[in-house]
């Protein structure tokens, strides 16, 4: 079994009288995609920003590696190793390619970041190497703003590429990729479980959940409802019912 | 004429310090203060008590000018952390006007309406000099400071954040941090200008720190260029020299120059907000509507 790097135990936030998360738990283990999978408000993208800190959980705990981080601020969870994809990007859009990665690697909000020009010319590096592997290498001068979906898209990814974070959280990453797009976002997460990373991917497209992922947590309502093997999942018809919003009536 | 100009450069000099640092905020960080002239005024009754109470000396009134508005600075730092847009906008605004009338009430400390008068002749280690050469040092000062800043991990910091904060603080980036130290340093550099403005002037009053001010500084950003290095100098040259160039004009009655110059401020901030949004210096591109 490999190492887990983030567990989450009963989570829980309710925004007035919706309870938005219910409860959840989940581990993610090193070298693993485990995919969040639910219909439309399960509660997934309110389970990572709880994780990340962007909201306040109203019970529960998270640990990356065993360490608490529940009521750290995003930045400080962030640099404990864990980096997010937004379902709409959210990319620099003023800077350029090269920029946007460049930002990734320095985190001191100081006037100028520790380490000299030894540390300068290894973000610079970590940033070139991110270009590369997602294939932005020829458009590093270019505005984001100017860029196609599928360049922002790998964008946001370089960026978590070029943070060098052991956890990512990715907020539907492949969404709207068509299939070429889609085999080079496959590669990138290969080479990332490769490395150890661990990988949690929010993802509509079942298709990229079943290609990608190694195991499945589905979400309905805020809790967790089953976690297993992609196949074993999405083949449970009380599941399936549920996705495509054929939800059994409940008696009365 | 030789003084005249000379009078003239150094105003220029002090406001283009006062529009470099403006721009700082507002076209790196995304911070839309209306309230620059409170710090220009802090650092102007910080730089003038310096000279009146203890001594003339230039470089002490701009240092204790510069940390007098840089830690008062954390007036604006604080709603500029909690709100954006709009919403700082008015934030800003409040603080402005706040500002000006304790300016106006605290004469112990700014002489009142009445302001600060006898300012004596700034010296550098006991020796009288002029103000110009000590405003174009400060200004090519703040300039290579700005420049500096702006094309480093700092100023990539500060156009993240401006561009999309949530994103730059997953990123590992101290939101807060970055942006109180943004404002502290521009609150510095315009503290500085107003001593400057101060032993310049040898007399400071409220008058000099208003919103028009504030106004007028912002005015100087957004024509010359924001987000740019030369720009706002640019801005602040034109604004300033032309009052001075329409009063030789021999076919406009000395009366009518201050209308005539309303009329050409006015046409030209609307043919330059139709044809070059982005200011004189800015990119051409940005800032036109795409629909």
Redesign the interface.
Known sequence: MSEVLLRCENLARSFGGLQAVAGVSLSLPAGQVTALVGPNGAGKTTTFNLITGNLRADSGAAFIRGRPIMGLRPWQVARLGVARSFQDLRLFTHMTVRENVLAATETSAWFWQPGGAAARRRREERAAAALEATGLAPLAEARAVDLAYAERKFLSMARILAAEAEIWLLDEPASGLDLASRLRFGELLRAATARGVAICLIEHNLDVVVELSDRIAFLDQGKVLAEGAPQAILRDPALAAIYFGDRPQEAA | MIAYAANLATIVAIFGILAATLNFLIGFAGIFSVAHAVFFGLGAYAGAQVALLLVPDALLACLVAAAVAGGLSLALALPALRVRGEYFVAASLGLQMMAATLFAEAKPVTGGIGGLVGIPRPTLLGVEVDVLPAALSALALILVLTAR?QR???G??L??I???E??????????A??KT?AVAFACAGAGLAGALFALHLSFVNVESFTMDQSVLVMAMVIIGGTGTLWGPLIGAVILLSLPSGLAFLPFIPATEVGAVQQIIYGLAMTLLMIFRPAGLVGDLA?GRSTA
């Open positions: 800043l480093g991990a700092f990539r910091s156009r993240a401006r561009d999309a949530s994103a730059a603080e997953a990123l590992g980036k101290n939101v941090a970055a130290l940005k």
